[in-house]
């Protein structure tokens, strides 16, 4: 069973960057399958982008891609999503998620396949 903590979150203006943590417990995460989600107020969690667990993979919401940037460490049990060029759209509640499965053939992206998530970290981004 794998627990994660998120920090990272902040207020920043549009234009900028930020980097979201994830550290997680637990010694199956370099079995598993990382994702960050995100919920806006009044809206429904979506998806952001995700990485597998040997790295080989990686997937991006279209409204982040090229200018977020997921990566992982095994070694060091953490997840990150260096976030670029920020826009007040972004601003949520960003959390990060770990897949259900061990060594999956399939980068999932949607909610219902990862069965674990941290407690999130807010993210402002004013105009």
């Known amino acids: 069973q794998v627990q994660l903590v998120e920090s990272g979150g902040g207020l920043v203006q549009a234009g900028g960057s930020l980097r979201l943590s994830c550290a997680a417990s637990?010694?199956?995460?370099?079995?598993?399958?990382m994702a960050w989600f995100r919920q806006a107020p009044g809206k429904e969690r979506e998806f952001v982008a995700a990485?597998?667990?040997?790295?080989?993979?990686?997937a991006y919401a279209e409204s982040v891609k090229g200018r977020f940037t997921i990566s992982r460490d095994n070694a060091k049990n953490t997840v990150s999503l260096q976030m670029n060029s920020l826009k007040p759209e972004d601003t949520a509640v960003y959390y990060c998620?770990?897949?259900?499965?061990?060594?999956?053939?399939?980068?999932?992206?949607?909610?219902?396949?990862?069965?674990?998530w941290g407690q999130g970290t807010q993210v402002t981004v004013s105009s």
């Open positions: 998620a770990a897949s259900r499965l061990a060594y999956a053939r399939v980068l999932a992206t949607s909610a219902g396949n990862f069965g674990t």
């Open positions: 637990g010694r199956t995460f370099s079995s598993i399958d």
């Open positions: 990485i597998s667990w040997n790295y080989i993979r990686t």
